[in-house]
């Protein structure tokens, strides 16, 4: 059983900053790709960003060059810095690791309960 678990959100203002926390825990071979999305209400799910195991990073245009993402390989951990927050970054935000069970075998999506993120003055 492999299981996401999320930590860091909560509420602060427009311009300001917080840290997200992934942590998978779990028998599993490796987790090649791990990533942040969110979903507003009412929206869509979408990407936010994305980190491979040697670091290759891909970001969705809205939070180019406000959030950064990073990960510890050996901890199997995922963060994700989020700064110069606008009221449209509100959304609750999930973990998303596409993990490998055994060697050999296909990945496989897993993802975290969610933590809701609001930017609100």
């Known amino acids: 059983q492999v299981q996401l678990v999320e930590s860091g959100g909560g509420l602060v203002q427009p311009g300001g900053s917080l840290r997200l926390s992934c942590a998978a825990s779990?028998?599993?071979?490796?987790?090649?790709?791990m990533g942040w999305y969110r979903q507003a209400p009412g929206k869509q799910r979408e990407l936010v960003a994305t980190?491979?195991?040697?670091?290759?990073?891909n970001y969705a245009d809205s939070v180019k060059g406000r959030f950064a993402i990073s990960r510890d390989n050996d901890k199997n951990t995922v963060f994700l810095q989020m700064n110069s927050l606008k009221p449209e970054d509100t959304a609750v935000y999930y973990c998303?690791?596409?993990?490998?069970?055994?060697?050999?075998?296909?990945?496989?999506?897993?993802w975290g309960q969610g933590t809701q993120v609001t930017v609100s003055s």
């Open positions: 779990g028998s599993f071979f490796g987790i090649y790709v």
């Open positions: 998303n690791g596409k993990v490998v069970i055994t060697f050999g075998s296909s990945q496989r999506n897993y």
């Open positions: 980190i491979t195991t040697d670091g290759s990073t």
